[in-house]
């Protein structure tokens, strides 16, 4: 049974920065990407950055390009979402999702497992 734990959110002041990891078990994951999205109250999931755990290939949404970095830690079987320089906008809950094959696919129904989320608040 495959289970994705996020962890690593909380409060922090724009400019500041936040280290989510998602801990993946259950599965050999070397043939999947990884995904990190974020969602805010009546809106749609969105994509932010996903990673192919085998090639290392990374994808990023345009809003957080230069800010955000996705990257896997064989070690420990975890993807860490390194997110600096935070504005307002980043508040949201941020998902872990995982999809065989190494296709770095923006679209949510895509995934096949997701985390349970962890709120990231950036206010002053």
């Known amino acids: 049974q495959v289970q994705l734990v996020e962890s690593g959110g909380g409060l922090v002041q724009p400019g500041g920065s936040l280290r989510l990891s998602c801990a993946a078990s259950?599965?050999?994951?070397?043939?999947?990407?990884m995904a990190w999205f974020r969602q805010t109250p009546g809106k749609e999931r969105e994509f932010v950055a996903a990673?192919?755990?085998?090639?290392?290939?990374?994808s990023y949404a345009d809003s957080v390009k230069g800010r955000f970095a996705i990257s896997t830690d064989y070690a420990t079987n975890t993807v860490v979402l390194q997110m600096n320089s935070l504005k307002a906008e980043d508040t949201a809950v941020y998902y872990c999702?995982?999809?065989?094959?190494?296709?770095?696919?923006?679209?949510?129904?895509?995934?096949?497992?997701w985390g349970q989320g962890t709120q990231v608040t950036v206010s002053s």
């Open positions: 990673i192919s755990w085998s090639g290392g290939s990374t």
């Open positions: 259950g599965r050999t994951f070397s043939r999947y990407a």
């Open positions: 999702a995982a999809r065989p094959g190494p296709s770095l696919i923006r679209q949510p129904s895509f995934y096949d497992y």
